[in-house]
């Protein structure tokens, strides 16, 4: 088994959380948490370095974070900041997904998946995307949550529409 040594050289990711992969070019994305440097850290497909951005400016704590193939983009989550946070791969931040007025809410998401829909009337190319939460610390009150993403063609905004 390969170890990424994300505290070595540039990186310094002494708080890792969260990983992704874009299935098209290999690149590993790690979410460093406000213990670390509160940063995403990207490795390419061999495990070297390759750059990282900070998020601290817009959230405390990222604990998860996934690839979205269809936007090319990175979304975030965080705990206590009540959505989701996308950025491009350089970093740059586009816009914060509220999850205000869904129910239930989640309230500590943990892990982030796309995938086909659970519907089985659903057209191939719709898609959700899949959370974990886990709710309050130490309870047994957590949740996986399907969340149908409106749109699956590529480059457009994605958009929260239900939570089942």
């Known amino acids: 088994m390969a170890e990424i040594d994300s505290t070595a050289g540039p990186a310094n990711a002494n708080d890792p959380e969260g990983i992704s992969s874009n ?47 269809v936007s090319g983009n990175l979304l975030l989550s965080s705990f206590g900041d009540g959505g989701l946070f996308e950025y491009t791969l350089g970093g740059t931040f ?12 989640p309230i500590d998401l943990q892990g982030l998946s796309f995938g086909p829909t659970s519907n089985p009337n659903d057209a191939p190319s719709n898609r959700a995307l899949y959370i974990s939460d886990l709710g309050e610390d130490n309870h047994p009150d957590g949740g996986v949550y399907e969340v149908l993403v409106a749109s699956s063609v590529p480059h457009t905004d994605p958009t929260i529409s239900k939570v089942s």
């Open 23 to 69: 299935p098209f070019n290999g690149d590993i994305y790690i979410t460093d948490g406000k213990d670390g440097a509160q940063q995403v850290v990207i490795f390419d497909k061999d495990l070297n370095y390759k750059s990282s951005f900070s998020y601290g400016d817009r959230m405390d704590d990222a604990e998860a974070i996934v690839y979205d193939p």
């Open 94 to 105: 586009i816009k914060k997904l509220s999850f205000d007025g869904l129910s239930p809410d």
